[in-house]
């Protein structure tokens, strides 16, 4: 155990950098809007928000790789964040294909790193009618496969399309509150933990494992 990387590591003075993500391409998505309203915050936070477009994402195994532009961005977007927030329509009482695509192109391993282990996560979700929670307990799910840490708060808007105006805007509301308690708490642990993240997530069999066994692991989720 070493306490000082764990306890007083060296503090980056750059504002936290979040990565947003939402499932749907509908011109008028709700999940969008939401994501928009979250960057908004995340901005007042002081947190430095990049969105990335889905449109133009290839399926998974639909004979493209990773050099293809779309990928190439998102996966370059996960490299450069300390924080994510992901964003989903409820659809038939899951996450959306879209969203589930943009999650599977983010590798396990890129050589023998996890570009997700270690970052924080958000969870957010859009409902058509009453509210549910099924979107973002899939998230959370996929969020710990990724060895991300998904904070404890999570919004979930029912009847979405009641929740904005005609310019997009999120009226006022609890559930407008919740999304900035949520943006607040992703903040705090993304401060909390990034300069610690890489020394949180080291783990002795892997250590023990070695890089380039690890790396050959890794890639057998592309069989």
């Known amino acids: 155990m070493d ?3 764990l306890l007083s590591p060296a503090i980056a003075p750059h504002p936290p950098r979040i990565l947003i993500l939402y499932g749907s391409l509908r011109p008028r998505s709700f999940s969008r809007l939401s994501a928009e309203e979250a960057g908004r915050i995340l901005a007042r936070f002081g947190a430095d928000v990049r969105f990335f477009k889905p449109s133009g994402l290839p399926l998974v195994d639909d004979g493209v790789d990773a050099t293809h532009p779309k990928v190439r961005e998102l996966r370059d977007l996960v490299a450069w964040c300390e924080g994510m927030v992901w964003s989903s329509p409820e659809r038939h009482g899951a996450m959306t294909g879209l969203m589930k695509t943009q999650v599977d192109w983010i590798p396990l391993t890129e050589g023998a790193v996890r570009p997700t282990q270690g970052k ?14 099924n979107a973002v307990n899939q998230m959370r799910i996929l969020g710990r496969w990724m060895r991300m840490l998904t904070i404890p708060n999570q919004s979930s808007v029912a009847r979405a399309y009641q929740e904005f105006d005609e310019a997009g805007r999120m009226k006022p509301s609890a559930y407008y509150d919740r999304i900035v308690d949520v943006m607040e708490e992703l903040v705090k642990f993304t401060l909390l933990t990034r300069d610690r993240a890489e020394y949180l997530v080291d783990r002795y069999s892997e250590r023990k494992q070695g890089s380039a066994q690890l790396t050959a692991r890794g890639n057998q989720s592309a069989i």
């Open 120 to 133: 924080t996560l958000a969870v957010m979700q859009v409902s058509g009618g009453s509210q549910s929670f």
């Open 3 to 5: 306490r000082d990387r």
